[in-house]
């Protein structure tokens, strides 16, 4: 069983950056594929970033390539994404979801764990 709480949304203008992190339980966070997603009001929700375990592999959806860096540090149980150059249509609640597998996805389905989420506004 692992829990997990995120923290680090907030307002912000276009342009300006935040940290979203990822903290959780358990004793073999370092073997959990990481992922972020994000979801808009009346949007389904939609894969923003992925941390494969194995060979610590990265994944980023097209749109926030170059802009957003995920990141973990396994001796702190945390996932970290850094959001810079953020624009209005990143506006949406952020969640980080962990799975138990060797191998990753972009399908929010797959995931078994979530945290709250957190909300992040990018205002124009």
């Known amino acids: 069983q692992v829990q997990l709480v995120e923290s680090g949304g907030g307002l912000v203008q276009a342009g300006g950056s935040l940290r979203l992190s990822c903290a959780a339980s358990g004793r073999t966070f370092s073997r959990y594929t990481m992922g972020w997603f994000r979801q808009a009001p009346g949007k389904e929700r939609e894969f923003v970033a992925a941390d494969y375990w194995i060979g610590r592999t990265t994944y980023y959806l097209d749109s926030v390539k170059g802009r957003f860096t995920i990141s973990r540090d396994n001796a702190k149980n945390t996932v970290y994404l850094q959001m810079n150059n953020l624009k209005p249509e990143d506006t949406a609640v952020y969640y980080c979801?962990?799975?138990?597998?060797?191998?990753?996805?972009?399908?929010?389905?797959?995931?078994?764990?979530w945290g709250q989420g957190t909300q992040v506004t990018v205002s124009s």
């Open positions: 979801g962990a799975i138990y597998v060797s191998t990753w996805y972009m399908d929010f389905r797959k995931y078994d764990y």
